[in-house]
Every structure is written in C-alpha cells, then in structure tokens.
C-alpha cells in the first residue's frame, strides 16, 4: 500500500521571501498484523472433532472467548487438513435450540424419504 501524502502549508521566516509553500507530508505505511499461525497439534489437543463423512467435521471451538459448534467442510492443502469455507458455525445456544427441535426435523426426513 502506498504511503499517504498530504500537502501542509508552511509559512517562511522574515529572513526568507515573504508568503508560503506546499510541502509533502509522507506517512509511513502501516504494517501488516502478523498472525500467529497454530501447529496442526494444537488443533488436536484442545478440539474435540469428529468425522461426519466426506471430509466434513464437527468440532467444539473457542472464539473470540466464546464456545462454538462448528461444523465445516475441510480441504486438504500441502498434505495437510485445513478449514474451507463452507460450514457453520454455532453458539452453544443455538446448538441447544436446534437439539431441541431435532426430532421434529427428523420426523420431517421421515416424510419426505
């Protein structure tokens, strides 16, 4: 990303020409955050997962600080397992209301196999 420029008018001591000029302000550039990268170990140790078939997972996470129910579909990448972009992602009390209303879903699968 370019550094930003902004043009500030400064003013010339008596000893100088008399009136102003533009100068160039350059801000330095912000760096990028660098993000801690988690070893595929530490995934393993703290996540309870399990296999739903087709490289699709469940996991129990924390979030932000927050307890979730993920369930995602993995790609494989250098040999190794990372999260896609198609899944969901659950708080614990959505995961309780669907709990809740899942023999009427299932009663619904019932119907219409």
Request: aromatic share 6%; with cysteine; net charge positive.
């Amino acid at each position: 990303m370019p550094p930003e420029k902004k043009k500030k008018k400064v003013s010339k001591s008596d000893s100088e020409s008399s009136g102003s000029e533009e100068i160039e302000d350059v801000k330095p550039a912000k760096e990028a955050k660098s993000t801690k990268k988690r070893s595929k170990d530490d995934d393993d140790d703290d996540e309870p997962s399990w296999h739903l078939g087709n490289k699709r997972f469940a996991k129990v996470r924390s979030f932000r600080g927050k307890l979730m129910i993920d369930i995602r579909e993995f790609y494989e990448d250098n040999g190794e397992m990372k999260p896609g972009k198609k899944g969901i992602c659950l708080q614990v009390a959505q995961w309780k209301k669907l709990c809740e209303i899942m023999p009427e879903i299932e009663d619904a699968v019932k119907e219409r196999a």
